[in-house]
DNA sequence: AGCAATATGAGGCACGTGTCTCAGAATTTT
DNA sequence: AAAATTCTGAGACACGTGCCTCATATTGCT
């Protein structure tokens, strides 16, 4: 647009140079931390920045250098729609960030075997890649794997599963304990005056993420609806003979069954065998993450809440968050944190 | 990071010159759309940047054309906490997007007479500003003006509250029939098997906005929930004595009063006066936008559910939107969506 | 005071693209 | 076939910053 004409102009290294009283070399070295200046020099030089107002033009200097960024990603082999989705949007993703020289691949390795993902992590060459973006069930092998990886130079960032505490700064997804007791709010609130059973659906309570939803989702429960009963979470282990199983054994075994909170990411099998059984039409069910089976699930009334994570902010920020520890700036806290989400028909 | 060392470099024009068996300014001509080259030396320069990948980048073109984007936002002068967070959220925005070369000013007008509104659009000199961004009340007077503003030459983009279709590209904001359903759908669903009346509390209903929300709201209930009657709205023109006896007439005069919709984006007044006329405390209360008042209403029990937009998302989305416009390119849709979030204690 | 060490300046090249100009080639028209 | 017209090429400069070298100025030390 304006051609620069109208007085509108930024400053630029320059002006700091004759602001301050210096050369170019010099702001040049206050500016990107090199040594031999003294600090009176450096004062001269912060005062002249802050006192014009000088931004970095990161155009210029992203051109200058000629960096680019690699990053991988690592998505879990096994999964259902999901993760499918998730893939989808992590390409999407590092396709829109090309023009900002980030380069990302996307591999689907097994995460099962903690000790294969960390040899894994070990076996990548900080000489290919700037930085590692991976989801794996959290496990000390991989944590340890990761930590090793960014000894050597390489920015590491988790993703949807946290490695450590899910408030570091090298975690990008939700506070899976406020997802929980997003769900057992809504449960409770939707139940009203009903009392009775709240059946809880996982694929396995082995990781980490289900305990906090669980522990998050209980703690709820617990505290404002004591007119609801939350037995032991059910383990299908992804099985759909075995959910099948226990769906049906539920639903005839607690007689004042009112409630399913289908707690694992991939909610498709236990929806549809939902429907395959025909289950009671009034039983409140809430799972977790958006995908074809949940989408429908709402729409057709099979469904009652969806609690998300919004995967494109997800892939887009971890590339960000990325970027920014490579170039040692922080970025924008309120852009990148990720919200838990409540869906229902009408706010999809 | 990578210094271009290991064969990892994206295409450039020179590149693409030398694929096509052209000249760099051959080139140019193509990428910039200037006259004067033949169509088959236009389609090989073409398969050449589809051949070898090429990406324009971005850095380096806007160095070299210096361009920056200077972008006015205009913001209604009267309002309180919403449109307070808004300003900060819009200012702040700015803020992140200076080494973007992104140059914006906000402005608080007198939005309340059209003719006004559209006099001050008129006044705009865009020899001034590349684009502005305005937050008033439909009316076919501001509606005109903006477009005899973009006939002009500038880049308009109306957020929050819509001068056309909600759906058309130069509208920032959440669907407002979308999240009155919201809050019709939260409100049934929260009643549960209690029936009653719901009323609903606006500023003013001679806006578009409550319009929309109300009928969206009503078509929810009137759907699913038969048991729940909504009278008239009842406006409050932001006036504390008339919302107070507005709120006490409905408390004493609807003997079966279960719940309160909040339609308008101020609630403080409303909120603060339910606290002090102490309503019965089963009442189900629904609000839009998240301010100090309703974050504190919801965490203190005197709200059910929030319908929001992210003021954040909403003002970098206007800037990316107003860039991308005088860039003549396209936005990523999937990151631009505003969605209507539901908050409750759990997610804030 | 003289010397070594350190701090600073001056200047140049590179990055990829936009935007000129001018000359020469290819094509069309006469 | 010659002239007029339209395309294309070659080259230059600019944008703001990073990074380098080499010379000179300043400081601290003995």
């Not at 960024?69 to 829109?96: C, K, W």
């Not at 009112?258 to 289950?279: H, K, M, T, V, W």
Request: charged share 30%; hydrophobic share 40%; aromatic share 6%.
């Amino acid at each position: 647009m304006n051609e620069e004409s109208d007085g509108f102009r930024r400053p630029t290294t320059k002006d700091i140079a004759r602001f301050a009283g210096v050369s170019r070399a010099t702001v040049d070295r206050v500016l990107n931390d090199r040594e031999g200046v003294r600090q009176p020099t450096i004062d001269k030089v912060h005062e002249a920045i802050r006192e014009l107002g000088f931004v970095r033009n990161v155009a210029a200097a992203n051109l200058a250098t000629g960096r680019s960024y690699r990053f991988l990603h690592l998505l879990p082999r096994t999964g259902d729609q999901f993760i499918e989705e998730l893939e989808r949007y992590v390409s999407e993703a590092a396709n829109a960030f090309i023009a900002e020289r980030i380069v990302a691949r996307v591999e689907r390795i097994d995460m099962n075997d903690p000790h294969l993902v960390a040899a894994y992590l070990s076996g990548l060459d900080p000489a290919d890649w700037d930085g590692v973006a991976i989801m794996a069930p959290r496990s000390p092998q991989v944590r340890d794997a990761v930590f090793r990886l960014s000894e050597r130079g390489l920015k590491v960032m988790s993703f949807v599963t946290s490695q450590e505490d899910e408030a570091s700064d090298g975690f990008v997804g939700i506070d899976n304990r406020a997802a929980g007791a997003t769900a057992g709010l809504l449960m409770g609130r939707f139940l009203g005056e009903r009392h009775g059973t709240v059946a809880v659906l996982a694929e396995t309570m082995t990781s980490q993420d289900s305990l906090n939803r669980r522990y998050g989702f209980d703690r709820q429960i617990g505290e404002r609806f004591s007119g609801i009963r939350v037995p032991a979470s059910l383990e299908t282990y992804g099985d759909p003979d075995r959910t099948r199983s226990i769906l049906s054994n539920i639903c005839t075994h607690y007689r004042d069954l009112c409630g399913l909170y289908i707690l694992s990411a991939e909610a498709r099998i236990p929806l549809e065998i939902l429907r395959e059984i025909d289950a009671q039409d009034d039983l409140v069910v809430i799972a977790h993450e958006r995908t074809a089976a949940t989408v429908s699930a709402l729409r057709e009334g099979r469904l009652d809440a969806l609690i998300t994570q919004d995967p494109g902010h997800l892939a887009r920020s971890v590339l960000r968050r990325l970027k920014a520890k490579c170039d040692g700036y922080e970025v924008l806290a309120d852009q990148e944190r990720i919200r838990t989400e409540i869906l229902m028909e009408t706010n999809l």
